[in-house]
């Protein structure tokens, strides 16, 4: 009679142990959703605080200055530029951002910034004697840019691509 005794309590504690784990399980999974959208409240308030005055810019020390700022999860980089004057700012705030910059010219300003989720930039420029500004901004969800080349039209050219599945495509050759 105590061997059964000591099996049930035994039985009793193994199984509302299980059944602990099980539910602590389920409010670990509601809690890391809840954290995801707390994460997109925190890119928003990021990028409202981007902005670089003109007196921040002038203190940085000329030359060759890269930034990269990235808020969110599985964004990506691939930058490879060659300039002997080189100033970039980039700034990915979402999920699943990634941009691909191959830029070879005198001198570089070029500006990125990625709001929002499943954005994606592309640029080949081979231009070593000449100068390539861009600035882009992609405020929303699943945007497409690609720029080739750039000649003096598209040069100093700004863009704000805001909207969910846009697409622009720049082919400027000489």
């Known amino acids: 009679m105590r061997l059964f005794y000591n099996i049930c309590v035994f039985c009793f504690i193994y199984f509302s142990g299980t059944l602990l784990s099980f539910s602590q399980e389920s409010d670990l999974f509601t809690s890391?959703?809840?954290?995801?959208?707390?994460?997109?409240?925190?890119?928003?308030?990021?990028?409202?605080?981007?902005?670089?005055?003109?007196?921040?810019?002038?203190?940085?020390?000329?030359?060759?200055?890269?930034?990269?700022e990235q808020i969110g999860n599985n964004n990506r980089v691939n930058a490879q530029i060659s300039s002997p004057n080189l100033d970039a700012r980039f700034t990915q705030a979402g999920m699943g951002n990634e941009f691909s910059i191959d830029l070879n010219a005198e001198k570089v300003k070029y500006t990125l910034v990625q709001s929002g989720d499943n954005n994606y930039l592309l640029d080949h420029t081979f231009a070593p004697s000449r100068t390539v500004e861009l600035s882009l901004q992609q405020n929303g969800n699943n945007n497409h840019v690609e720029k080739y080349g750039t000649n003096s039209i598209t040069n100093k050219l700004e863009f704000n691509l805001t909207g969910d599945s846009k697409s622009l495509i720049i082919r400027s050759f000489q």
């Open 32 to 68: 890391e959703l809840g954290s995801i959208d707390k994460e997109k409240q925190y890119s928003a308030l990021a990028l409202q605080d981007w902005k670089i005055s003109e007196s921040q810019l002038s203190s940085i020390p000329s030359g060759n200055n890269i930034f990269i």
